[in-house]
């Protein structure tokens, strides 16, 4: 990929925090992608150039506590991958799982194409659509979302490809309480169960290193955890409307027809 001479940024070697997070085949790779998202993806508009300076910790640390959270081999669709926050950050953190980066835009699939094949990574597939296309067709263990939308709207978007026994991983900072509260309705009518709040952390910090940080210090990714209230009784609707539990769905009544 080229940039313009004058426009590259920096985003310096991968700071310690960053490196337990990932595995250590993986680093070199991990330091590659933090260099074309500080070049290219600045040069193409995928980040802002004040966001160069804390890369590491306010995007790729906070991406990379995400993939703690996923089973051994998830199948994972990233809805609005954008510049690959968080579904690249997972696949390069978690060899074993597949994930699908769903994109409508054309100038970041063409990014996220690219640096798939710069950095060699089998375990990706990038999808130029949006998440509707895909109901009805295909669903995941986890589907992930990082600053799309609104959890009210955002539901809508993802419980169709959550299967039964998955899970919407939805990374939402401190807005995770008030937006649950105003999805309450959207949670109850898709058939969700309540969401859960979790904070995800790493056991260990280097001293000094506050990427991300809790009150403590300690770098943390708030994620709202939003599952099917009744597995068993998951229907996967074909649009964002009404669906996800056959129980929160009117059926027609059938009228019988009189033999004459």
């Not at 070199?28 to 992608?33: A, G, I, N, S």
């Not at 954008?82 to 950050?89: D, H, I, M, S």
């Not at 597939?125 to 959890?151: C, K, S």
């Not at 959550?162 to 899970?167: D, F, L, W």
């Amino acid at each position: 990929m080229k940039h313009p001479a004058g426009d590259a940024g920096d985003a310096g070697p991968v700071p310690p925090v960053a490196r337990a997070l990932f595995p250590a085949d993986r680093l070199e790779l991990v330091e590659r992608y933090g260099q074309l998202l500080a070049t290219d993806g600045v040069v193409r508009g995928l980040i802002g150039p004040r966001e160069v300076p804390r890369l590491w910790d306010r995007h790729v640390v906070n991406c990379a506590l995400l993939a703690t959270a996923l089973p051994r081999e998830a199948t994972v669709a990233d809805i609005g991958s954008g510049a690959g926050l968080p579904g690249l950050v997972i696949a390069l953190a978690r060899p074993d799982v597949r994930v699908t980066l769903v994109e409508p835009l054309l100038r970041r699939t063409t990014f996220l194409e690219e640096v798939v094949v710069s950095l060699g990574l089998g375990n990706v597939v990038v999808r130029r659509d949006r998440a509707e296309a895909l109901h009805g067709n295909q669903t995941f263990d986890v589907v992930t979302a990082r600053a799309v939308a609104p959890l009210e709207r955002l539901l809508r978007w993802c419980m169709p490809l959550v299967a039964p026994a998955g899970a919407l991983l939805a990374m939402k900072g401190e807005s995770a309480e008030e937006e649950v509260a105003t999805a309450s309705a959207v949670l109850r009518t898709l058939g969700c169960a309540v969401p859960t709040i979790e904070v995800l952390t790493i056991p260990a910090t280097p001293p000094g290193d506050t990427s991300s940080p809790g009150a403590d210090g300690t770098p943390e990714t708030r994620v709202v955890r939003v599952t099917w209230s009744d597995p068993a009784r998951v229907s996967l609707p074909t649009s964002g409307g009404r669906g996800g539990s056959r129980a929160g769905q009117r059926r027609t009544p059938r009228t019988k027809r009189r033999r004459t």
